[in-house]
């Protein structure tokens, strides 16, 4: 049987990712011991798991080092890797979102000012709107710009929008739903396909019974 | 001997070319820069748009070669029954990296049966290269015809393209709202993926149009001359595969070894380039990324060497060059004064004062 090897993004996204694969048959006790180990390999069922940083799964997918990961939408929209998006976990749900200053009005005479740590994502959805706009790509505390009047809006990720309310930031327009979702490399798909479809199915049946 | 100073890339050019040869195909050289207007008009056909240019004699902007295709096509033949086959084995430039590219064009008053010899071409390729390989074989006068018999707005269609080269049904489902037949057939090409027998048919079944049926029924002859000749077993019908549609009309591929993280091969039937450059002609071909080969991590031996031999400078050349001599019949050989960082060798010979003390 192949071995398949599957990216798994540290944090709460990749605890319930293999919360999932896990009820799908694909557990790995090794996994859930806490050390200092960078891999868990259970050979009976014939995965080895490893947790990378969230926005290095679809590196490791793409260049192969993965047969198959875990990996927000958000993360496939800002850096477009070659691998095939195979299905729509359905959780991890949140939103990207432009966010602004309570009772924010687009200064539509001047070059908006965008903050975000997105660039792709927000040079692509203002693109549509021909809109011209300056990008600051900050790496993280996005929510200061606006207040400091660094940016006029940000464009993030926006999940129950606490941070922005403390803040007295709202959201402006939504970009796109985010989700996690499963990714393979391409050429794995093509030499470990039954192990890939079988993984799949079994996601995709959990998706919809606990919908 | 030989065969271990070839790298395993230098080894499937040499196979390839000698394929190639062996179907007709003529070498085809070309100079190392093309004037950059060549690529500026056609720059959506090339995969990377970081052209490296550089100003010439006479002020004539140049261009290092992204692209071997477009220097090709430009001189394709006209004539009724004329066909050019050609290959070649160039060093391409792209992002600021040198890529060494093999591959062959087929172009002129083209018929079914030069398309099939592409393909098998193509197959045969990857055959040279690994022991597990696929060839994914997709059509886009299918997948643009799908894709126009429906009322999906331009920019839908774009993402449709997408989706279906990410395999992501769920968000090509909720692009087709609304449109159930476009979406039971797009359903099928996103799903449906093996064989010519498994998957023509059930393809057939959705289909409405004229242009989708005269797409299909291309692949099915296609698929039956890949039987005939022993290639179907390595060619899997899959419509992720999918190429620009201002350029490619036909059949579209693309190969995959096993242990290359990437497609190795990539190729198809692009008619509309040299229409696009005022010629009557029509055009297939593939390109074989040799470079990929390098990525394998495949360990040539253990050992960088055979022999080593160490001197002080104090022996007499004589026997140095008489012990260097032996170790070179059995294998490689190094003479040094010092060893050699980073290598490592099987057996040490070694000179001090005059007299070998190993």
Redesign the interface.
């Known amino acids: 049987m192949d071995t398949l090897n599957i990216a798994l993004p540290k944090g709460r996204l990749g605890e319930k990712a293999y919360a999932m694969l896990k009820a799908c048959g694909y557990d790995c006790p090794a996994l859930e011991d806490p050390g200092r180990r960078l891999i868990f390999e259970n050979p009976e069922k014939g995965v080895r798991y490893f947790w990378v940083k969230p926005s290095d799964v679809a590196i490791y997918v ?4 993965a047969d198959l990961g875990i990996v927000g939408k958000d993360i496939l929209l800002e850096y477009e890797p ?7 976990l359905k959780m991890g749900k949140c939103r990207m979102a432009v966010a602004g200053k309570k009772n924010f009005r687009d200064p539509v005479g001047q070059t908006l000012k965008v903050a975000t740590k997105f660039p792709n994502i927000t040079r692509n959805f203002y693109n549509t709107k021909c809109r011209d706009i300056d990008i600051i790509h900050l790496n993280g505390s996005i929510e200061l710009a606006p207040i400091l009047g660094l940016s006029h809006v940000i464009v993030d990720i926006v999940e129950t929008g606490t941070t922005l309310r403390e803040n007295d930031l709202e959201v402006y327009e939504e970009i796109v739903p985010i989700s996690a979702r499963l990714i ?8 470990k396909d039954q192990a890939i479809l079988a993984i799949q199915e079994r996601l995709a049946r959990q998706v919809e019974e606990t919908r | 001997m030989t065969d271990e100073i070839w790298k395993r890339e230098e080894r499937a050019e040499f196979a390839l070319r000698s394929l190639y040869h062996r179907y007709g195909y003529a070498p085809y050289k070309m100079s190392h820069f093309e004037e950059y207007d060549l690529y500026v008009r056609n720059k959506d056909f090339l995969i990377s748009d970081q052209i490296i240019t550089f100003s010439g004699a006479g002020g004539r902007l140049l261009a290092l070669k992204p692209d071997v295709t477009l220097s090709i096509v430009k001189n394709a033949p006209q004539e009724p029954g004329e066909v050019q086959k050609v290959y070649y084995s160039e060093n391409v430039y792209r992002d600021y990296r040198e890529i060494m590219q093999t591959g062959l064009e087929c172009v002129g008053d083209l018929g079914e049966y030069e398309i099939a010899e592409v393909v098998r071409l193509a197959v045969k390729s990857l055959g040279l290269m690994a022991d ?1 390989y ?1 060839l ?1 074989l997709s059509h886009m006068g299918l997948i643009a015809g799908v894709l126009n018999s429906g009322n999906l707005p331009a920019q839908a269609k774009r993402q449709a393209m997408d989706c279906l080269r ?3 049904a ?2 090509l489902k909720a692009l087709c709202a609304g449109q159930e037949q476009t979406w039971r057939k797009l359903e099928a090409l996103v799903s449906y993926r093996g064989s010519g027998a498994e998957v023509l048919p059930r393809i057939a079944g959705v289909l409405t149009t004229q242009a989708e049926r005269q797409a299909l029924e291309e692949l099915e002859s296609l698929w039956q001359v890949l039987e005939r000749t022993g290639c179907a077993g390595h060619v ?1 019908l899959d419509f ?1 595969v999918g190429s620009d549609l201002r350029y490619y009309s036909g059949v579209v591929f693309r190969g ?3 242990g ?4 190795i091969l990539s190729g198809g039937q692009y008619d509309r380039l040299p229409q696009k450059m005022g010629r009557k002609s029509r055009a297939i071909g593939f390109a074989v990324y040799l470079d990929l080969l390098q990525e394998s991590g495949q360990e040539e031996g253990i050992y960088d060497l055979d022999t080593l031999i160490l001197h002080d400078g104090s022996v007499d050349t004589g026997v140095l060059a008489e012990a260097a001599e032996q170790a070179a019949e059995a294998g490689s050989v190094l003479v040094a004064k010092a060893a050699p960082r980073g290598r490592s060798w099987r057996r040490l010979i070694q000179f001090e004062k005059g007299e070998r003390v190993q």
């Open positions: 793409e260049r192969g080092a070659d691998v095939y998006e195979l299905l729509d393979a490399n391409t050429s794995s798909y093509q030499f | 597990r696929v994914n990410r395999k992501n769920h968000e899997c992720s995959y070894l096993e290359i993280p990437a497609s």
